[in-house]
């Protein structure tokens, strides 16, 4: 079993910042592909950004291609999402997961991830 843990969400104002770290649990960590997803009340969840085991190829939702990116640092077992220019309907709760496999025609699509973190709330002020 793998455990993700989120942090650092929280309150912040249209136009401004926020990075978003998850730290999985297990040190095989380096050989999974990450992905980070949100999800707000009444909505499916939605996939947002990933990032292969490498590092060395990345994916974004059209809405935060060009404010977000993804990284990882796998000496530190941890993956990133720099969120930058933040909009109101970027609130949500984002999820931090974890896929054990691979294929890249599912690398947007939930049902990839085997695991998840419990979430942390953004919340983006007008």
């Known amino acids: 079993q793998v455990q993700l843990v989120e942090s650092g969400g929280g309150l912040v104002q249209a136009g401004g910042s926020l990075r978003l770290s998850c730290a999985p649990s297990?040190?095989?960590?380096?050989?999974?592909?990450m992905g980070w997803f949100r999800q707000v009340p009444g909505k499916e969840r939605e996939f947002v950004a990933a990032?292969?085991?490498?590092?060395?190829?990345?994916y974004y939702a059209d809405s935060v291609k060009g404010r977000f990116t993804i990284s990882r640092v796998n000496a530190e077992n941890t993956v990133y999402l720099q969120m930058n220019a933040l909009k109101p309907e970027d609130t949500a709760v984002y999820y931090c997961?974890?896929?054990?496999?691979?294929?890249?025609?599912?690398?947007?699509?939930?049902?990839?991830?085997?695991?998840w973190g419990q979430g942390t709330q953004v919340t983006v002020s007008p």
């Open positions: 997961a974890a896929a054990t496999g691979w294929r890249a025609d599912y690398v947007k699509d939930k049902v990839l991830y085997n695991y």
């Open positions: 297990r040190r095989t960590f380096s050989t999974y592909t």
């Open positions: 990032i292969t085991w490498s590092g060395g190829s990345t």
